[in-house]
C-alpha cells in the first residue's frame, strides 16, 4: 500500500516536473498561438533559418502570412509587423503601451549593453533620454561640422595614393575608422586618432587621459569590434549565448559558471568586456575631474546635468554614464559607416546616378569651399532634400535621394525590437503583456506596393514631385525606427554621410573591383554587416 502511494508520489511528481518543464518551453507560444506562423521546430523555432537566409526570410514569410506573424527565437515568438500601417500602430498610436524594447538573448547577460539608452526602460528611459537630447540639437550638430569635415579630410588623405597605384580599398574598413573617430570625438570627447590624428582640430584628448599611444587605441577598438560582434543570433555565439537562445533560463546561471573558464568564448568574452569597461570607466572619472570639460560632447552634458543636481546621482552612476557613452560608440559606428559604404557602392555602379551627383555637387562652390549644416540642408537637392521635405509631416529627417535609396536597398537595421507593457490590440490580435513585437523595417523597405522594383537601385523614386513618392505610404521608408524611440542620432548620422559624399565626389568616383563578389554579401548580427567588406577601385577626377 504505502509502496503504490509512494508510486502514485513519484508519478505525480514528474508530471509537475514535466508540466513545468512544457509550460516554461510552450507557454510564451501558448500566450500568441492565435496569430499566425510558419510550423516550428521544437526547442530551436526558426533560428536554422534565420542563421541560413538572414532577415531576408521576413520578406518571405510576410508573403505567406501576411502583415503580422510569429517567427520562434528557440522558445520564445517574436511577433514580425511587417506593415508600415501597422508599424505605426506599434511605434506610435500605441507607443505608451509598448515602449520599452525587449532585450534579445545575446545581451540579456551583459550589464554593459544593457544599461545603454537602448535597453533602458519607462522613466529611466524617460529622464535618460531627455538628459541627452540637446546634444542631438540641430545647433549642436552645426557645431559639430567642422570636427565631422576634418576628420572626413584625415580619413580620405591615402586616396590620393592609392588612386595612382590602381589598388583596391577596403572603403567599408575606411568609413568604419572616419565614423569610430567622429562618435569617439562627439561621444567621449576623445580622439581614437584612427584617422590620423595629428591634422585634427585642437580638442583632441589623449585617450585615458595617458598619452595618445597608438597600442592603447587600437586595443581598445579590437575590443570594440569584439564586444559588438559576439552579439549573434544564430548558433555560432558563445554557449550561454545559444543557452539564451534555446532556454532563457539556463543563461545566466551557465553564463556566471563559463565565464570563468579561461579558453572558452564566454570567458573571452567576459575578460574583453571587463577591459572595455574598465577602460571606459576611467575616460568617465577622467571628465568628472576634469572641471573645465565645457559641454562639447555628450559625455560632458550628461555630467553636468549630473552635477547641477538635475539628475539623480542614483539614477547615473559611473556604470551607467559609461555604458550610455559607449553605446553611442556602438550605435553609432557600425550603422553609420555601413551606410555610407553602401551608399558608394552603389553609387559606383551606377554611372547615371554618379552623373548627378557630381554635377550637383561640383555646382556648390570651389573645392576648397566647406559645406556648411545650412549648405547641407539647402543645396545638394540631388544628395539632400532637406527643402522639398520641409513641407512633408510624416517625414521629420531631411535626408537624401542617394543616401535614402541606398538605405532602402541595404537596410543596416532591418529588425526593430519592441515589447509590450501591457495587454494590446494589434492587427486584430490580443498580444499579452511581456510579448515581442518586433518591426519588420527590412521587409517594408523591400515590399512592391510602396517600392516597384524594389531590386532597382533608383534614387529618383524619392523625388517629392514623383507618383511613386506621393503614392507610398508615409511610414513605409523608416531606416531609423519611428515614434518617440526612434534613433537618436538620425540627424548626425546624415550630416557625416553627407559630409563624407561631398568630399569623396569632390576628388575621386568609384569602381567596384573585380575581387570582390557580386552580390555583396551580407552578414546579419544585431545589424547588417558586410561579409568580406567592400573593396573598390578609387579614381582621381581632373
Ligand atoms: C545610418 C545610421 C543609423 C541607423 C540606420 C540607425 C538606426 C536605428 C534604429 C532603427 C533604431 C531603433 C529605433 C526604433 O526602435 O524605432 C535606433 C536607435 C538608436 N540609435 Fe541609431 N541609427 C544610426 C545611427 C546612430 C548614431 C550615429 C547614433 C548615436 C550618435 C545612434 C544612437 C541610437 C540610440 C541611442 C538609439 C536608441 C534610442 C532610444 O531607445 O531612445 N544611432 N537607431
Given at each position: 500500500m504505502i509502496g503504490s502511494i509512494e508510486l502514485l508520489f513519484n508519478i505525480f511528481m514528474v508530471l509537475i516536473v514535466l508540466g513545468g518543464i512544457l509550460g516554461y518551453l510552450y507557454g510564451p507560444y501558448w500566450r500568441v498561438r492565435r496569430v499566425p506562423g510558419p510550423p516550428t521546430i521544437p526547442l530551436v523555432g526558426h533560428i536554422p533559418l534565420m542563421a541560413k537566409y538572414g532577415p531576408d526570410i521576413f520578406s518571405v514569410f510576410a508573403e505567406e502570412y501576411g502583415p503580422i506573424f510569429r517567427f520562434h527565437i528557440g522558445r520564445q515568438p517574436l511577433i514580425i509587423v511587417a506593415d508600415a500601417e501597422l508599424c505605426r500602430e506599434v511605434g506610435i498610436k500605441k507607443f505608451k503601451d509598448i515602449k520599452n524594447r525587449s532585450i534579445p538573448p545575446p545581451l540579456a547577460a551583459s550589464p554593459l549593453h544593457q544599461k545603454g539608452l537602448f535597453l533602458t526602460r519607462d522613466a529611466r528611459w524617460v529622464t535618460t533620454r531627455n538628459t541627452i537630447l540637446s546634444v542631438y540639437q540641430p545647433s549642436h550638430l552645426a557645431n559639430l561640422v567642422p570636427t565631422m569635415q576634418s576628420f572626413v579630410e584625415c580619413a580620405t588623405e591615402k586616396l590620393d595614393s592609392m588612386a595612382k597605384v590602381e589598388e583596391d580599398i577596403t572603403f567599408s574598413a575606411i568609413s568604419l575608422r572616419l565614423a569610430t573617430d567622429v562618435i569617439g570625438q562627439a561621444a567621449f570627447g576623445v580622439n581614437f586618432g584612427l584617422s590620423k590624428p595629428q591634422s585634427v582640430g585642437e580638442s583632441v584628448e589623449k585617450f585615458d587621459g595617458k598619452d595618445n599611444n597608438d597600442d592603447e587605441v587600437s586595443d581598445f577598438i579590437n575590443q570594440h569590434i569584439y564586444s559588438t560582434t559576439q552579439v549573434k543570433m544564430d548558433f555560432s555565439g558563445s554557449l550561454s549565448i545559444i543557452l539564451g537562445l534555446l532556454v532563457p533560463i539556463l543563461q545566466w546561471p551557465f553564463w556566471q559558471m563559463l565565464k570563468r573558464i579561461p579558453g572558452t568564448m564566454d570567458g573571452k568574452i567576459e575578460h574583453n568586456n571587463r577591459h572595455l569597461t574598465s577602460r571606459l570607466?576611467?575616460?568617465?572619472?577622467?571628465?568628472?575631474?576634469?572641471?573645465?570639460?565645457?559641454?562639447?560632447?555628450?559625455?560632458?552634458?550628461?555630467?553636468?546635468?549630473?552635477?547641477?543636481?538635475?539628475?539623480?546621482?542614483?539614477?547615473?552612476?559611473?556604470?551607467?554614464?559609461?555604458?550610455?557613452?559607449?553605446?553611442?560608440?556602438?550605435?553609432?559606428?557600425?550603422?553609420?559607416?555601413?551606410?555610407?559604404?553602401?551608399?558608394?557602392?552603389?553609387?559606383?555602379?551606377?554611372?547615371?546616378?554618379?552623373?548627378?551627383?557630381?554635377?550637383?555637387?561640383?555646382?556648390?562652390?570651389?573645392?576648397?569651399?566647406?559645406?556648411?549644416?545650412?549648405?547641407?540642408?539647402?543645396?545638394f537637392p540631388y544628395l539632400d532634400q532637406a527643402r522639398l521635405l520641409k513641407f512633408q509631416c510624416c517625414i521629420e529627417e531631411s535626408s537624401s535621394l542617394v543616401i535614402k535609396e541606398a538605405m532602402r536597398f541595404y537596410m543596416v537595421s532591418p529588425l526593430v525590437a519592441r515589447e509590450t507593457s501591457r495587454?494590446?490590440?494589434?492587427?486584430?490580435?490580443?498580444?499579452?503583456?511581456?510579448?515581442?513585437?518586433?518591426?519588420?523595417?527590412?521587409?517594408?523597405?523591400?515590399?512592391?506596393?510602396?517600392?516597384?522594383?524594389?531590386?532597382?537601385?533608383?534614387?529618383?523614386?524619392?523625388?517629392?514631385?514623383?507618383?511613386?513618392?506621393?503614392?507610398?505610404?508615409?511610414?513605409?521608408?523608416?531606416?531609423?525606427?519611428?515614434?518617440?524611440?526612434?534613433?537618436?542620432?538620425?540627424?548626425?548620422?546624415?550630416?557625416?554621410?553627407?559630409?563624407?559624399?561631398?568630399?569623396?565626389?569632390?576628388?575621386?568616383?568609384?569602381?567596384?573591383?573585380?575581387?570582390?563578389?557580386?552580390?555583396?554579401?551580407?552578414?546579419?548580427?544585431?545589424?547588417?554587416?558586410?561579409?568580406?567588406?567592400?573593396?573598390?577601385?578609387?579614381?582621381?577626377?581632373?
Open positions: 570607466g576611467a575616460v568617465v572619472e577622467k571628465r568628472m575631474k576634469d572641471s573645465r570639460r565645457g559641454s562639447k560632447d555628450f559625455l560632458s552634458v550628461i555630467l553636468n546635468a549630473r552635477e547641477s543636481g538635475r539628475l539623480s546621482k542614483n539614477v547615473f552612476t559611473t556604470d551607467y554614464i559609461s555604458a550610455l557613452a559607449y553605446e553611442h560608440l556602438l550605435a553609432g559606428s557600425a550603422t553609420t559607416a555601413f551606410t555610407l559604404s553602401s551608399a558608394v557602392y552603389l553609387v559606383a555602379g551606377h554611372p547615371e546616378v554618379e552623373k548627378k551627383l557630381l554635377a550637383e555637387i561640383d555646382g556648390f562652390g570651389p573645392p576648397d569651399q566647406m559645406a556648411t549644416a545650412s549648405d547641407l540642408q539647402h543645396k495587454d494590446v490590440e494589434i492587427g486584430g490580435y490580443i498580444l499579452p503583456k511581456g510579448t515581442w513585437v518586433w518591426l519588420a523595417l527590412g521587409v517594408l523597405a523591400k515590399d512592391q506596393k510602396n517600392f516597384p522594383e524594389p531590386e532597382k537601385f533608383r534614387p529618383e523614386r524619392f523625388d517629392p514631385s514623383c507618383k511613386e513618392e506621393k503614392q507610398r505610404h508615409p511610414y513605409a521608408f523608416i531606416p531609423f525606427g519611428l515614434g518617440p524611440r526612434s534613433c537618436i542620432g538620425q540627424k548626425f548620422a546624415i550630416q557625416e554621410i553627407k559630409l563624407a559624399l561631398i568630399h569623396l565626389y569632390r576628388k575621386y568616383v568609384f569602381r567596384h573591383s573585380p575581387y570582390m563578389e557580386s552580390p555583396l554579401e551580407l552578414e546579419f548580427g544585431i545589424v547588417l554587416k558586410f561579409k568580406n567588406g567592400v573593396k573598390l577601385r578609387v579614381i582621381k577626377r581632373k
